[in-house]
């Protein structure tokens, strides 16, 4: 049961322009999301993370928006650079003990 | 600062060996993760740890087990090996109200 989805397995853009990844979840009881950044061969890497009390935050060219009565986040980079591409995964926790992933969106951005 | 460490990063296991794929962090993290992913997949929690000593199940726990004697280690056992946990392993840590830090990844494949 995956209770939080990436519904966009991949996504291109052409540098410059914006990238949108979306990213849905099911449990009402989340109320802490985060986005990850991973490159083949490595670890996740934290990028950017909202609390349910907020519906935007901003930190340089990614901006994390939050719609909780939708049930739905979106990660907007801005603007797309080629060291951007890689897979991108959204997370969510209930307790902050327990995070649960999406099954990643890979973005690769056109020079 | 070596972050959160994995090894090995390969391995290649027969049906019913066990193994045990080490994870130390060097940042005093009270939290500790361990994940698997499959290909397609998001990142599924198989078990995680609070603080030394202290062990909890994840949303994939069968077929493993864990232990944190210390702060810094959080070793995952498999026991029999099985096909089906053929998969990349990632730990992770952080501190409370602190987002994770992943390691680089053990990559795992039973025949």
């Known amino acids: 049961d995956q209770q939080v989805k990436q519904n966009s397995p991949s996504l291109s853009v052409q540098e410059g322009r914006i990238s949108i990844l979306n990213c849905d979840y099911t449990?009402?009881?989340?109320?802490?999301f985060l986005w990850y950044k991973k490159y083949p061969a490595e670890g996740p890497t934290f990028l950017i993370s909202?609390?349910?009390?907020?519906d935007k935050n901003e930190d340089g060219r990614f901006t994390v928006f939050l719609n909780k009565s939708a049930k739905h986040l979106s990660l907007h980079i801005v603007p797309s650079q080629p060291g951007d591409s890689a897979v991108y995964f959204c997370?969510?926790?209930?307790?902050?003990?327990?995070?649960?992933f999406g099954t990643g969106t890979s973005l690769t951005v056109i020079p | 600062n070596a972050g959160v460490t994995q090894t090995p990063k390969f391995r290649i296991l027969k049906i019913g060996q066990s193994m045990t794929l080490q994870c130390t962090q060097d940042m005093n993290h009270n939290y500790m993760y361990w994940y698997r992913q499959d290909p397609g997949m998001g990142l599924k929690l198989i078990y995680y740890?609070?603080?030394?000593?202290?062990?909890d199940k994840g949303e994939v726990p069968n077929g493993y087990n864990v232990s944190r004697s210390t702060t810094e280690d959080f070793p995952l056992r498999l026991e029999l090996a099985a096909p089906s946990q053929t998969s990349v392993y990632f730990c992770?840590?952080?501190?409370?109200?602190?987002?994770?830090?992943f390691g680089p990844g053990t990559r795992l494949t039973v025949l």
């Open positions: 992770a840590s952080n501190s409370d109200g602190d987002t994770q830090y």
């Open positions: 740890s609070v603080g030394a000593g202290i062990t």
């Open positions: 909202i609390s349910s009390i907020k």
């Open positions: 449990n009402s009881m989340f109320d802490y």
């Open positions: 997370a969510a926790s209930d307790t902050g003990n327990q995070f649960y």
